[in-house]
């Protein structure tokens, strides 16, 4: 348990770097949930200067709740390429629709409701109730787990139940009760700009008369973390149709990766793929059918996931032939292609084939 000896000084101190350090950050200067949750979600996915320009497109494309409801989620998948973790455009989709069927399409204002939104969890309830209605809810993100488990000099893995519960009841500890929201936003833009992952300025840090880690030289080993992420190896073949200026894409349903994109018509093999053991297969020609020519092979792309690193190539064909498989696609014109939401690995084919 910190003393009030410990953390009025502590919380002084934050604030004063805080004010001269700051980033000046458009969703800093509103108090609109809904601003708020959006520059969240954007941000966990991506570095706050590639998420600027995203933040700013969505905004401008669905500037309130409703909005967002009531947009096509087509559309709203448009907007949210190249950003990845698609399944937090679809929840964001399905809480803004929560939010005008329950809530009158006014954003809740108490955390428990704002917690049960689909795809909010703690973190996010915390920023969107501190920030907009400064109550006092501690955000806890990586920034914050580095910054703490190097001050407290504290060795529980981060990812494990019990670090969770640790670093959480910690934060909550050290919340500046009467400026919830200024203190959280404080924590974050330290561990972003000062308290950063490898060779931060401990010699410049304000915080290092007191910083367990500096003592004692621990500032490379903290954060500890339990799990290593499993990654899978994906092989995937990509079949580009040219048909007299049209092409086939295919959206894709299942829950897992790039639920809602479309992408060519597609073979996945367990391993790397050999080109001539493609044409060969039953897979290519349910596809393709018999009458085709091959324009050019499309050399391998690695494209790195959180979980999966996926190995796809393919090839750039024509034909005019339309086989069962390329019914259940839609047949678009080439010149349209840029109109539908797809993966940045799909983008990247689209650069290769000049689409
Ligand atoms: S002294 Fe170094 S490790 Fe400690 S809080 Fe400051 S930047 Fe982080």
């Not at 005008?100 to 954003?107: C, I, L, Q, S």
Request: aromatic fraction near 12%.
């Amino acid at each position: 348990m910190l003393s009030i000896n410990d953390i009025t000084p502590f919380q002084k101190t934050l604030i004063q770097w805080y004010d001269s350090h700051k980033r000046d950050l458009p969703w800093r200067e509103t108090h609109n949930p809904y601003i708020i949750w959006v520059s969240e979600i954007i941000l966990q996915q991506t570095q706050v200067v590639q998420g600027l320009d995203y933040f700013y497109r969505f905004i401008t494309q669905f500037p309130s709740v409703s909005a967002l409801a009531n947009a096509n989620i087509d559309t709203v998948l448009k907007y949210w390429q190249g950003l990845g973790y698609y399944s937090r455009a679809h929840n964001m989709h399905n809480a803004a629709k929560e939010i005008m069927a329950k809530h009158h399409g006014n954003f809740p204002t108490e955390y428990t409701a704002v917690r049960a939104l689909k795809g909010i969890g703690d973190y996010t309830a915390a920023a969107i109730c501190s920030f907009a209605y400064n109550q006092p809810y501690a955000t806890v993100d990586g920034n914050v787990y580095r910054f703490l488990a190097r001050y407290f000099g504290i060795s529980t893995p981060i990812d494990s139940t019990n670090g969770k519960k640790e670093f959480a009841a910690l934060a909550q500890q050290l919340l500046n009760l009467t400026h919830s929201g200024l203190h959280n936003q404080a924590m974050i833009e330290f561990g972003a700009l000062q308290c950063v992952p490898r060779s931060p300025d401990c010699n410049n840090c304000p915080f290092k008369e007191s910083c367990k880690a500096f003592a004692e030289d621990l500032v490379e080993i903290l954060p500890v973390k339990e799990k290593r992420t499993k990654i899978r190896d994906r092989f995937f073949f990509y079949i580009c149709i040219d048909d007299n200026g049209y092409t086939y894409l295919k959206k894709r349903s299942n829950d897992e990766i790039w639920k809602g994109l479309f992408e060519f018509p597609t073979i996945e093999t367990p391993k790397r793929p050999m080109l001539e053991n493609i044409l060969k297969s039953e897979a290519f020609s349910e596809i393709v059918g018999k009458n085709y020519s091959i324009i050019n092979q499309l050399p391998e792309i690695k494209h790195v996931l959180s979980h999966q690193h996926i190995y796809a190539c393919g090839i750039h064909i024509r034909t005019n032939e339309q086989t069962d498989a390329l019914h259940s696609c839609q047949r678009i014109r080439i010149a349209d292609i840029h109109q539908f939401a797809v993966s940045r690995l799909t983008g990247k084919f689209l650069e290769k084939l000049g689409w």
